[in-house]
């Protein structure tokens, strides 16, 4: 199970992350696999703009608009 796991992240990180960081000129990384993170995890559950940034300030991340 953990083989499956490192396999899906690996890909995950390789097509997802890297494709929009390098389309878009992300420059900090991070910050997009830790809003990733919080996206997919609430799935199901409204999202707005207040919402990401307030988790992205309680990681210690100034979000600007």
Do not use: W
Request: proline residues 2%; glycine residues 4%.
């Amino acid at each position: 199970m953990k083989h499956k796991m490192q396999y899906l992240k690996g890909l995950f990180d390789e097509i997802y992350l890297k494709d929009i960081s390098e389309r878009y000129e992300v420059r900090n990384t991070e910050i997009l696999s830790q809003l990733t993170d919080d996206l997919c995890s609430s799935v199901g559950s409204l999202t707005n703009a207040s919402k990401i940034a307030r988790a992205l300030s309680s990681s210690r991340i100034r979000p600007t608009h």
